[in-house]
């Protein structure tokens, strides 16, 4: 009887979980930029890492839930299984009227109390994430954990980090830095030589396979500027078209792997983490939109990228375990969106201008000062030094101007925002007051948050460096695909949402690092396709 049973369970336990040791190290790979829609766009083209990665556990409907679809709140949810309301990372940037100094914009990444800084040259610090990342609580749990970032941007570096990284290094317009006092490792040093070199280099165009060919579409922007073309050429010693190329995005994932062989991470006593935030599909989205030939080219050079990258990780003989996923989604330029079926697509007008709005206010209660501060979509602070009652009357006529504009949706004040409940639905149910509970921060969401329209660009002039963003309430910013893989997973494809923020416990129960409930609002993600669970009960 007792024989039976045994035969029974082992029937029931795939052979992958039983032979899968456990991983000793996690790589976390952020894409930045990188939505559900051209994940699903793509990826039956995808022949390298992108490749692999679907032969895991796919959640193609993964969201970035809340409202400040940007790159830092997009990267503190990650790796710390808690949303922007937790995390603290609001915005890339908010206003603090009581900072003290000249520039009230402040950084998410920045340590704004240090001298002579500002929001435009600031010092790189996680000061402002109020939470520890999985490598954090790793290193609590077994100080011989390590941790390792790495980025094209500082604020992926560092939101993935944490607060003591053993490691951390971000691009900063021609070499990989760090914190003040770090001393590069050979891996480094070696990266930002060969960043160097090529930079040195010109570049020719990238030659169009027949799939990108599909999109060379040229769409005008301005009289003097179209998008939709582009194969990356550019001239010697122009580091800021190398930034935005798929040549970016292979020197950051060269350095993540040089790295984790220097270090020998995932050969030490505990289990180590290894975080790198590719870049450059933001750059090229910003640039250039997501539809043209350089999107494509962009995607293609970076399966093949994580392809080499995913292969060194084999190569190291140590068991890892990895997930890609995206701090947010992306738009395309409004200009071929109403080209293509979409007519309603536009950008912004000055009338968002908060300044603008805020001088009509200002006239009508006769009071003096800039009563507005912000960029018209998302946060807006008031003045902070008004009275109660000025605060009030200012408040209510600034959610008056802004509803009745026609470029915006819905307008929230920050206590209808604070007495909504966070949210504990599916995140592609939530209401657009709940989206903007999940980026709510008591000391640093604004007195109001104004939701744009489906479709509309924040972006005035599509003629400066930015044809297209993201940063909205709608689910083409929200979406981003989640891929776990690891050998010996059996594949499977769960299309229902599931949060960003689940990621962390998700890949801290693969380590068997318990994780306080109560701490985070993620969930661990079940990896095992079958009866049996990868996760805590
Ligand atoms: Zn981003």
Same mark, same amino acid.
């Given at each position: 009887m007792k024989r039976l049973m045994l035969a029974a369970l082992m029937v029931a336990t795939p052979a992958a979980a039983q032979e899968a040791p456990p991983p000793k190290l996690l790589v976390a790979i952020a894409v930045d930029q990188f939505s559900a829609d051209l994940f699903a766009q793509y990826r039956r083209h995808f022949t390298g890492g992108f490749a692999r990665l679907q032969q895991g556990a796919v959640f193609p409907s993964g969201y970035q839930g809340h409202a400040a679809t940007e790159t830092c709140p997009g990267h503190s949810t990650i790796l710390t299984g808690s949303r922007p309301s937790r995390t603290g990372i609001i915005a890339?940037?908010?206003?603090? &009227?009581?900072?003290?100094?000249?520039?009230?914009?402040?950084?998410?990444?920045?340590?704004?109390?240090?001298?002579?800084?500002?929001?435009?040259?600031?010092?790189?610090?996680?000061?402002?994430?109020?939470? *520890?990342?999985?490598? +954090?609580?790793?290193?609590?749990?077994?100080?011989?954990s390590r941790v390792v970032s790495v980025a094209g941007k500082d604020r992926a570096a560092v939101m993935m980090a944490g607060h003591a990284p053993d490691q951390i290094w971000w691009w900063n317009s021609d070499a990989f830095v760090s914190y003040a006092g770090r001393t590069p490792p050979a891996a480094v040093t070696k990266a930002n030589a060969d960043a160097k070199a090529r930079i040195a280099q010109a570049r020719a165009g990238m030659d169009l396979p027949a799939i990108c060919q599909a999109h060379a579409l040229a769409v005008p922007i301005t009289a003097t500027k179209t998008i939709g073309t582009g194969r990356f050429a550019r001239t010697a010693s122009d580091a800021k078209n190398f930034r935005i190329s798929p040549e970016f995005d292979a020197a950051v994932l060269g350095l993540a792997a040089d790295l984790a062989d220097e270090l020998k991470l995932g050969s030490g006593?505990?289990?180590?983490?290894?975080?790198?935030?590719?870049?450059?599909?933001?750059?090229?989205?910003?640039?250039?939109?997501?539809?043209?030939?350089?999107?494509?080219?962009?995607?293609?050079?970076?399966?093949?990228? &994580?392809?080499?990258?995913?292969?060194?990780?084999?190569?190291?003989?140590?068991?890892?375990?990895?997930?890609?996923?995206?701090?947010?989604?992306?738009?395309? %330029?409004? +200009?071929?969106?109403?080209?293509?079926?979409?007519? +309603?697509?536009?950008?912004?007008?000055?009338?968002?201008?908060? =300044?603008?709005?805020? +001088?009509?206010?200002?006239?009508?209660? =006769?009071?003096?000062?800039?009563?507005?501060?912000?960029?018209? %979509?998302?946060?807006?602070?008031?003045? *902070?030094?008004?009275?109660? =009652?000025?605060?009030?009357?200012v408040l209510a006529q600034a959610v008056v101007a802004y509803t009745a504009n026609p470029l915006v949706h819905s307008v929230f004040t920050k206590d209808q925002i604070a007495a909504t409940p966070s949210p504990t639905s599916p995140p592609d149910s939530w209401t657009l007051i709940e989206e903007a509970r999940a980026a709510y921060d008591a000391e640093r969401t604004g007195d109001l948050v104004v939701a744009l329209k489906p479709r509309i660009t924040p972006i005035r002039d599509g003629g400066g460096s930015s044809v297209a963003t993201h940063g909205s309430f709608w689910d083409y910013d929200r979406r981003v695909p989640i891929l776990f893989w690891r050998l010996g997973l059996v594949p499977f494809e769960q299309p229902l949402a599931v949060e960003t923020a689940d990621i962390m416990p998700t890949l801290a129960a693969l380590i068997a690092l318990p994780v306080a409930k109560s701490e985070i609002d993620g969930r661990c993600l079940d990896l095992d396709a079958g009866p049996a669970t990868t996760c805590p009960n």
């Open positions: 890339n940037d908010w206003i603090d &009227l009581r900072a003290g100094r000249t520039d009230k914009t402040v950084y998410c990444a920045e340590d704004e109390s240090v001298p002579g800084s500002n929001s435009d040259h600031y010092t790189v610090s996680p000061l402002h994430l109020r939470v *520890p990342t999985l490598g +954090e609580r790793m290193k609590a749990a077994t100080p011989a006593p505990a289990p180590d983490i290894l975080s790198v935030g590719a870049s450059a599909t933001d750059y090229v989205g910003h640039t250039y939109g997501t539809q043209g030939t350089e999107m494509c080219l962009q995607l293609l050079a970076l399966d093949r990228a &994580l392809g080499d990258f995913l292969a060194r990780m084999d190569a190291r003989g140590v068991p890892y375990a990895v997930v890609l996923t995206a701090d947010h989604g992306g738009h395309d %330029a409004p +200009e071929r969106i109403a080209m293509q079926g979409v007519p +309603e697509a536009h950008r912004i007008d000055a009338t968002l201008s908060p =300044k603008t709005v805020g +001088e009509a206010i200002a006239a009508r209660l =006769k009071l003096s000062g800039q009563l507005l501060h912000g960029s018209g %979509a998302g946060d807006i602070w008031i003045d *902070p030094t008004l009275t109660r =009652k000025q605060h009030a009357a």
